[in-house]
């Protein structure tokens, strides 16, 4: 092709570029909306403050949301969590199950000679709360949501 040809192609496949630029979603990777989600994780009326503690926001798609995203968040040590879907900032809008998972460190075994069994973490949430058959936490996430909105509070 001469440089002149391949000059018209060019003026012509770059405004297509560009229109096709905004049904890519520019680079969410298919996210789409995303609003901002923070809370308090309390257990028994207490903050929940370990080392490994997770969030997870499963899509319900009984309610509504057929995404196909998790939104997850770790838990700090004041028992503060904010959601991220990927690497972006947030959840998409619509209803979820909320998971919470939280174990404590093994105790490393005593005793000398060979190790025969692994130490097992112990979960400090009850079990209900980590499958989402089980959990009672339903959350929908919004634009404008109330003041503690998204706390989770767990019991025994």
């Known amino acids: 092709m001469s440089p002149r040809h391949l000059f018209r192609a060019s003026r012509l496949v ?12 520019c680079g969410d990777g298919g996210i789409g909306k995303t609003h901002p989600v923070s809370g308090k994780v309390t257990v028994n009326g ?18 509504g949301n057929p995404s196909s995203f998790e939104p997850t968040g770790t838990v700090d040590s004041s028992g ?14 619509g209803w979820y199950k909320v998971l919470v998972t939280a174990v404590a460190d ?6 000398k ?34 003041d503690g909105a998204y706390d989770l509070t767990l019991a025994d």
């Open 14 to 25: 770059t405004p297509v570029l560009f229109l096709a630029l905004p049904a890519v979603g």
């Open 80 to 93: 503060n969590y904010t959601l991220y879907t990927k690497t972006k900032r947030g959840a998409p809008p």
């Open 113 to 146: 000679g060979a190790l025969t069994k692994r130490p097992v973490p112990k979960s400090l949430v009850p079990a209900k709360y980590g499958q989402e058959k089980t959990t009672p936490i339903e959350i929908e996430v919004v634009a404008s949501p109330a």
């Open 106 to 111: 093994p105790t490393p075994p005593t005793g």
């Open 46 to 63: 207490q903050p929940l403050v370990v080392k490994s503690a997770v969030v997870l926001f499963k899509p319900n798609a009984a309610k």
